[in-house]
T-cell receptor
Framework: KQEVTQIPAALSVPEGENLVLNCSFT??????LQWFRQDPGKGLTSLLL?????REQTSGRLNASLDKSSGRSTLYIAASQPGDSATYLC?????????????FGAGTRLAVHP | DGGITQSPKYLFRKEGQNVTLSCEQN?????MYWYRQDPGQGLRLIYY???????QKGDIAEGYSVSREKKESFPLTVTSAQKNPTAFYLC????????????????FGAGSRLTVL
């Protein structure tokens, strides 16, 4: 059974710091992996989608990498800003089991203070 | 602007009552989903629909029901059989369901928070 784990559960950093959020998954049979952002009491916004054949994706100050064989992905945020404060979730889409759904991690709650 | 509208944003339910959460999308997406989010946990899939008049159970369908009579609408009913319904409910849609392409990237609504009194 696919399980997704995100470490750390919470993170507090000063503004300007570069930081890394981690996501691990137990089954490497995936189509893709997505990173989402969720503001308090709001829905999810898709940040980056990495296909299983890709190693990384970049969008502005965000860079996500994927190492499918080791079951790991990282989200790198450069020069963090207070506006980056949110919960970041990763999710994988399994390619086995005949079930088309996303498996989510519990998220990393990020606070960037001025 | 295209998007997903969920209503109501906040809902209170007495024990024994059924309540219905609305989800409407104007993205012309075929697939729609309902997720439940509890504190400290990842999102869990309740139901999904790949096309009008078709829907499938997710991991935690017990105590919930859905319908998909129109492409734009995918309402979720939380029945009295759901023993612990207090949670944040998220509706999502994608161009298609499943597969390896980017067409399955999900767009989410703003969510509905249900509290049982």
């Amino acid at each position: 059974k696919q399980e997704v784990t995100q470490i750390p559960a919470a993170l507090s950093v000063p503004e300007g710091e570069n930081l890394v959020l981690n996501c691990s998954f137990t089954d490497s049979a995936i189509y893709n992996l997505q990173w989402f952002r969720q503001d308090p009491g709001k829905g999810l916004t898709s940040l980056l989608l990495i296909q299983s054949s890709q190693r990384e994706q970049t969008s502005g100050r965000l860079n996500a990498s994927l190492d499918k064989s080791s079951g790991r992905s990282t989200l790198y945020i450069a020069a963090s800003q207070p506006g980056d404060s949110a919960t970041y979730l990763c999710a994988v889409r399994p390619s086995s089991g005949g079930y088309n759904k996303l498996i989510f991690g519990a998220g990393t709650r990020l606070a960037v203070h001025p | 602007d295209g998007g997903i509208t969920q209503s109501p944003k906040y809902l209170f339910r007495k024990e024994g009552q059924n309540v219905t959460l609305s989800c409407e999308q104007n993205l012309n997406h075929d697939a729609m989903y309902w997720y439940r989010q509890d504190p400290g946990q990842g999102l869990r899939l309740i139901y999904y629909s790949q096309i009008v008049n078709d829907f499938q159970k997710g991991d935690i369908a017990e105590g919930y029901s859905v319908s998909r009579e129109k492409k734009e609408s995918f309402p979720l009913t939380v029945t009295s059989a759901q023993k612990n319904p207090t949670a944040f409910y998220l509706c999502a849609s994608s161009i298609v369901a499943g597969g390896a392409t980017g067409a399955n990237v999900l767009t989410f609504g703003a969510g509905s928070r249900l509290t049982v009194l």
